[in-house]
């Protein structure tokens, strides 16, 4: 199943703009564009393969903005769209927001999988206490 040509290409124009916004250091009116493409997506929203990246980046934002709750929803939504099982960065957002929140157990889970589908490579950048969590679990 395929989005409308016309539906698809504003997503992607407002995804672009969400992440120009975003290297520039708007993070809040890049989560305003990521929000809008999202609103695009026909319903079922999560059954889109484009509501996969619409909810990493929306839930990636929430995160850096500190709006944990609100990324921990979008992050978990997420695991719901196709493919995402299989994607590293989701299970390490989702980690670290689980991390922040407390939910050591969670945390643990959702890290260990992120390690387990790319290595330390996906923590490259990440404060260092998400692997060590990860290590702590594997000993």
């Avoid at 124009?13 to 989560?31: V, Y």
């Avoid at 889109?48 to 909810?55: F, G, T």
């Avoid at 957002?93 to 991390?99: A, D, I, Y």
Wanted: aromatic fraction near 8%; include cysteine.
């Amino acid at each position: 199943m395929e989005l409308a040509d016309e539906t698809y290409e504003q997503i992607c124009a407002l995804s672009q703009r969400g992440n120009d916004l975003a290297d520039e250091g708007s993070l809040e009116e890049a989560l305003l564009c990521f929000e809008d493409a999202w609103d695009l997506l026909p319903e079922p929203k999560i059954d889109w393969d484009a509501a996969r990246w619409l909810l990493a980046a929306i839930g990636d934002l929430q995160f850096q903005l500190g709006e944990l709750h609100a990324a921990r929803e979008n992050l978990s939504l997420a695991m719901l769209t196709p493919k995402a099982i299989e994607n590293p960065f989701l299970h390490l957002r989702l980690g670290q927001v689980q991390f922040e929140l407390g939910q050591m157990i969670e945390a643990a889970d959702e890290l260990g999988r992120a390690y387990e589908l790319d290595g330390t490579r996906v923590f490259n950048g990440e404060d260092p206490k998400y692997l060590e969590l990860v290590k702590a679990k594997l000993s």
